[in-house]
C-alpha cells in the first residue's frame, strides 16, 4: 500500500494505491468525503486482486484546495483532474467506481476519455441537462440542501455525515473530518453549475456509453431516485440490471461491502 501526493494543474491530490500487479480502477468519492471511504475495497480482496487507486478530490481530504477554484469545482473540472493524475501515474487503460459526486465525475469523464474500460456508478443518478430531470433523478431529504451549503455548523457538518454515510452504516471520525475538512466552495460552485452548457449531458452518457456501465445502489438511498435510475433505457447496461441492495443505503460499498465487492470483483474480472 502506498501513499502519496500527486502535483496536478488543479491541485496537489492526495492518492494511496493498494500497488497490486492487476488491473486497475481509480475510485472516487463523493460530494465532502475523502478516499477513506474506500478502505475495506483497498485493504480487501478487491485490492489484493486488483490494483484500487484511491483519490481526494481537490479541496477534500488530503488534497490541497483547488488553485483555481472556478476551474476546478465542477463536473468538467473533476473529470479532468482525474484524467490528469492518471495520465501523471502513466496509467492508460482503467476502470472507474464513482460514488454519489464521484459517479457524477465518472460519466462526465466517459465523455472526455477513451481510456476508461469500464463504469461503475452508484449513489448516483444519470440526469439529464435539465431541471425537470434533475429533480426527478433526486430525492427530496432532510440534509440535501447541505450539499451545495458552502459553510456548515457543527451540527450541519455531523447530520450531513451521518446522512450520507447510510443510517444504519458504521461511522468513524474520518467522515465527521472530511465534512468539516472540504472547502466550501466545492460545494457551492459545484452546484451552481450542475446544469452548465460546457459539461456532458449525463444521461445521454450513460445511454450511449462504449463501454459496460453498472449501477449498484443502495434500495434505502435517501439522496436519489431509484426508480427515476432504472427507468432509464441503457444501451450498454451490466448485466441489464440497475442492482440494488436491500435494507441498504447510499454509500453500500461502505455499510455493506461483504455484499456490494461480489458485483464489483465481477464487474472488473469481466473487463
Partial sequence: MKT???DTSHASIAVTDSETDGPVVLMIHGNSSCREVFR???TGAIGQAFRVIA?????HGNSSDATDPERTYWMPGYADTAIELMDRLGIDRYAVLGWSLGGHIGLEMLSRTDRISGLMISGTPPVAKDPESVNAGFRPSEHMH?????????QEVSDYAHATCGENAPFEPFLLEAVARTDGRARELMFGRILAPEAADQQAVAIASPVPLAIVNGE???FVNNDFIKAISYGNLWEDTVHLLDGIGHAPFWEAPDLFDPYLDRFLAGL
Fill in 4 to 6: 502519496q501526493i500527486v
Fill in 220 to 222: 434505502d438511498d435517501v
Fill in 40 to 42: 475495506n475495497q483497498l
Fill in 55 to 59: 483519490m481526494d478530490l481537490p479541496g
Fill in 146 to 154: 447541505l450539499a451545495a451549503q458552502a459553510e456548515m455548523t457543527e
